[in-house]
């Protein structure tokens, strides 16, 4: 889900052209109730959720700020940008995972968010990483680099997801083992939580892989997965047979561009075919991040 050119970064893209406005009006304001910083490069923040909206599990929305006021008029415009929400649907807050970006137009400003300040949201999500862009399959892959997990922090609590499929495998890339923490966390809530066990149940729980993997700092399992995916290694690990069936494997894809391109690859390689809301089909792969 990140930018084409800056690998891992979902939130810096061309700003989103709005009517200058003065100040921030509901009902696009909304007031950040947590934020938690894990590296110098990685944040969580959660809102409060309009009563109005209503989102499919993997969908984004835009979120953003008020810029500077223009030197010569005094306006200010919103710096707006695509986040996909973290949180499943039916929660009643919503939970988005962002990078830092020190000269970043919103992100150099969004890192700094603390509890009861005001978020703009535009509540119209949309987005591919959606079950119903995949045709009916019994394996589900999630192949996440960086912020890329966000949406899967959301499918992953959803029921829904433990009852279209009998295996759901998240991978989770990044350089440094403490920026897995954000999907090690959320991995071991659905697993332990009291709340999950109750939603979701043990037989689905037990459905649920997680593969985290790391490319710079040293952990116990190191390599990109399209590596691993190429080399088997990733099928020989997890005890199962070598490659993917369209009859049966679909997948969802988030990351860098060069992540999706490879997947993208990787995944045709094995006949699955891309799908999209209006044509579903074997694997999807979230564009709106990808510039």
Not at 117 to 136: M, N, S, Y
Not at 210 to 228: A, Q
Not at 254 to 276: F, P, T, V
Request: glycine letters at 8%; one cysteine or more.
């Amino acid at each position: 889900m990140p930018s084409g050119h800056r690998p891992d970064i979902m939130t810096e893209q061309t700003p989103v052209t709005q009517a200058a406005a003065a100040k921030v009006t509901l009902p696009d304001a909304q007031t950040v109730t947590e934020v938690r910083h894990y590296t110098d490069r990685l944040f969580s923040f959660k809102t409060t959720r309009p009563a109005s909206l209503r989102f499919r599990s993997g969908e984004f929305v835009m979120i953003g700020l008020m810029g500077d006021a223009d030197p010569r008029t005094g306006k200010q415009k919103p710096l707006l940008r695509a986040y996909s929400i973290a949180s499943p649907s039916w929660d009643d807050e919503l939970e988005f995972y962002s990078i830092k970006v020190q000269d970043g137009p919103l992100t150099s400003k969004l890192q700094h968010i603390e509890p009861g300040d005001e978020v703009i949201l535009r509540p119209k999500p949309v987005g591919t990483l959606v079950h119903d862009a995949l045709l009916p399959g019994k394996r589900l892959w999630l192949f996440a680099t960086g912020t890329g997990f966000a949406p899967f922090s959301s499918l992953l609590r959803d029921p829904q997801t433990y009852e279209d499929y009998d295996q759901v495998i998240v991978t989770h890339t990044c350089r440094d083992v403490a920026e897995l923490t954000y999907s090690g966390e959320i991995i071991e809530k659905i697993r332990t939580d009291e709340l999950f066990a109750e939603l979701i149940g043990a037989e689905g729980l037990a459905k649920l892989t997680y593969y985290p993997t790391t490319t710079r700092e040293e952990s116990p399992k190191m390599g990109r997965v399209t590596d691993l995916l190429k080399s088997g290694e990733l099928f020989r690990d997890l005890g199962l047979a070598e490659g993917m069936s369209p009859d049966t494997d679909r997948a969802m894809v988030c990351g860098s561009i060069g992540l999706n391109l490879d997947l993208k690859e990787i995944l045709e390689g094995y006949g699955l075919r891309e799908g999209a809301n209006s044509e579903p089909a074997e694997y999807v792969v979230e564009k709106a991040f990808v510039g």
